[in-house]
């Protein structure tokens, strides 16, 4: 248990519908991330959030909408999804500190997602 | 660009030890994470390192030479449970208030036999 959580763990879904997923942190973090995972493949960050702002969308396709409307929620919001979007995708939350310290990203557990 | 290389796959045997390498070129350099993934799991912290030389914890050491750009985790006392996948990660530099995202590698699944 990191303190993480995330729902659903797994999702099976056409190419046509839509649907969200949702994380959340119970740590008291202020940055918030969604990664995606493929087999043989690196973690690929997707969004992350900092105090609520997004600071990064890595080129992500626009059929993946993030939301982030407090500290402790994220949401991933899919729409027209492709196959090749099947994958697990792992939320994470971190404390952004000026000191120099771990800051380490603890993950949730994931959300298999298959598109059919 | 970015490029974070380790051995896809390793296997040992229960008691023994197992050291898997990590090496990295990337566009500045704020940390080196490992974290270990059991199948169907989260991604747990391991260790950083942001200083070259070796953290020991418990059984797990991890080691950075910065002017190398590389970096391993030793495993000591390999149990059946330590059977998982071992990502190394380099964390780039910050912006402003918000912090280095994280740059994986592919992940080294060890497995330990008995």
């Known amino acids: 248990e990191t303190g993480v959580t995330q729902t659903p763990r797994h999702l099976v879904m056409g190419m046509t519908n839509k649907k969200s997923l949702k994380c959340e942190q119970h740590?008291?973090?202020?940055?918030m991330y969604w990664y995606k995972q493929s087999a043989k493949k690196p973690l690929e960050l997707m969004f992350v959030y900092s105090l609520e702002e997004r600071v990064e969308n890595n080129s992500v396709p626009s059929r993946f909408s993030p939301e982030c409307p407090n500290s402790s929620h994220l949401f991933l919001h899919l729409h027209t999804l492709q196959p090749e979007d099947s994958a697990l995708y792992l939320c994470?939350?971190?404390?952004?500190?000026?000191?120099?310290?771990?800051?380490?990203?603890?993950f949730g557990p994931g959300t298999r997602l298959t598109v059919l | 660009g970015q490029n974070i290389d380790q051995p896809t796959e390793m296997t040992a045997t229960e008691g023994a030890i197992v050291q898997i390498n990590c090496t990295y070129q990337t566009s500045g350099f704020n940390g080196l994470f490992w974290y270990q993934q059991h199948a169907g799991e989260a991604p747990t912290f391991l260790s950083y390192?942001?200083?070259?030389g070796l953290e020991e914890k418990g059984r797990f050491s991890s080691f950075l030479s910065r002017s190398k750009g590389y970096s391993y985790l030793l495993l000591k006392e390999l149990q059946m449970k330590d059977s998982a996948s071992y990502l190394c990660?380099?964390?780039?530099?910050?912006?402003?208030?918000?912090?280095?995202?994280?740059?994986f590698g592919r992940g080294t699944q060890l497995t330990v036999w008995p």
């Open positions: 990660a380099v964390r780039g530099p910050d912006r402003g208030s918000t912090l280095g995202r994280l740059y």
């Open positions: 740590l008291g973090h202020n940055a």
């Open positions: 994470a939350s971190s404390q952004a500190s000026g000191e120099l310290s771990y800051n380490e990203q603890f």
């Open positions: 390192n942001v200083l070259d």
